[in-house]
């Protein structure tokens, strides 16, 4: 599986926007890039995904850059309820026989300060 | 709508005892997964399961350790004859697709048994 590359921790002040950075220089061509994150002493909570176009949700918009080998996930205005680990994680649509499980990395730890 | 049900939130086991963790999926999915986060660790993959029907146990532990998922009820992650490395946060998704789809379809989580070995 290609491998993701985050910044371990990184901080942010309440209401400004925060861009989490993504390396993933071995991504193929049929990787989607999905981010998920998990709040303190709760599950993992889908954020984004996107193949080659940047896109939008109400969570968040994801930046992907045009030789895909890494993406930014960007947080318009950062709240405290925003404090998380932020996971980037690679899914493969052509599969093999592990095709139904995420692989999470160490993520980025995300501090958000009144 | 509800989310993914896990329960207990809260399990005490003593080693050597049995432990059975529950997870009703999102309404709708019949595709479930289940990981688990030991202390100061990251999130493993354990088992993917279909209805009545195991996918992917790979990451599953090859002894004491079962995942079912039936035609009818909730997924059931048993553990038995517990020893004090299965303290852990076990956590259960769910999601729509299966492999013509996965890909492109988000996991939803639940918020986890916490599970403690005395």
């Known amino acids: 599986d290609a491998k993701t590359t985050q910044p371990n921790s990184m901080e942010s002040n309440e209401e400004e926007p925060v861009h989490l950075p993504c390396n993933h220089s071995?991504?193929?061509?049929?990787?989607?890039i999905h981010w998920y994150r998990q709040l303190p002493s709760q599950g993992p909570e889908y954020v984004i995904h996107?193949?080659?176009s940047n896109v939008n949700n109400r969570m968040a918009s994801l930046a992907i850059a045009e030789d895909r080998k890494s993406s930014t996930l960007i947080l318009h205005r950062a709240t405290l309820r925003d404090a998380a680990v932020y996971y980037c994680?690679?899914?493969?649509?052509?599969?093999?026989?592990?095709?139904?499980?995420?692989?999470f990395g160490q993520g980025t730890i995300l501090t958000v300060h009144p | 709508n509800a989310g993914v049900m896990q329960n207990p939130r809260h399990l005490v086991r003593r080693r050597g005892q049995e432990a059975r963790l529950r997870c009703s999926p999102m309404?709708?999915?019949?595709?479930v997964y289940w990981y688990r986060q030991l202390p100061e660790e990251g999130l493993k993959f354990m088992v993917y399961?279909?209805?009545?029907?195991?996918?992917?146990e790979s990451g599953m532990p090859k002894e004491r350790f079962s995942a079912e998922f039936p035609k009818e009820g909730p997924s059931i992650l048993r553990i038995q004859q517990v020893v004090r490395g299965d303290s852990a946060a076990y956590f259960c998704?769910?999601?729509?697709?299966?492999?013509?789809?996965?890909?492109?379809?988000?996991?939803?989580f639940g918020d986890g048994t916490r599970l403690s070995i005395l």
């Open positions: 998704a769910s999601s729509l697709g299966g492999r013509s789809s996965f890909s492109n379809q988000p996991q939803h």
């Open positions: 071995t991504i193929s061509g049929t990787d989607y």
């Open positions: 996107g193949l080659t």
């Open positions: 994680i690679l899914r493969d649509r052509t599969g093999g026989t592990s095709y139904g499980k995420l692989t």
């Open positions: 309404k709708g999915h019949s595709h």
């Open positions: 399961l279909q209805k009545e029907n195991i996918i992917d």
